[in-house]
């Protein structure tokens, strides 16, 4: 809003006794209050529109540094995620499959899928996905889901490196782009 004698819409009555709606300044009394809470209301409406249109990069990255970064629980450290490791792409490859999103996942489903994993490093992962929050444990069972961050992050981490990592370092790399030697 602009000022408060923006044009807004109101009555006018003619002197022949006729009423026509029309827009004319809002007048700076009491009696305009009415119409004054109208125009702040939609003016308030239209920016909240426009800053919820914008994107906020700050909880991706903040669910990326809880999946990346380091955790330690009950004094012991776990270290994050990195989707380029070979060790770590294996064993979140073997959760996001789709077997696991109905029934669940359990220590021995892993050991099948990762066979070249003791079941002590199984134990370890499974503690440390827990840790970063890629899987739950429900009740008091030995079965775990993937969460919802968990889905994301693994779904959109192996697209980044699938779609767009390894196809830019496959590719030849033109003159244009290419770094200068060191002397």
Known sequence: ?????????????????SKEFKLAPLKKSIYSLRDLRGLTFASNRRYLEFISALDDPTVGTKNLDKITQPKSDAGRNYKGFNFFSTSDRSI??????GEH????????????????????QISRNLKRLRVHG???????????????LGQR????GFKLRELIVIPQLTS??????ALPAEA
């Open 1 to 17: 809003m602009t000022s408060p004698s923006s044009d807004t819409r109101w009555t006018v009555e003619h002197r022949d006794g």
């Open 92 to 97: 979140l490859l073997a959760l996001i499959r």
């Open 101 to 120: 999103t109905i029934t669940g996942l359990r220590h021995s489903d892993l050991q099948r899928q990762l066979p070249q994993l003791t079941s002590g």
């Open 134 to 148: 890629l899987i739950k444990r429900v009740g008091h069972r030995y079965k775990y889901y993937v969460t919802q």
């Open 153 to 156: 992050a693994i779904l959109t």
């Open 172 to 177: 030849p790399v033109s003159a244009a782009t």
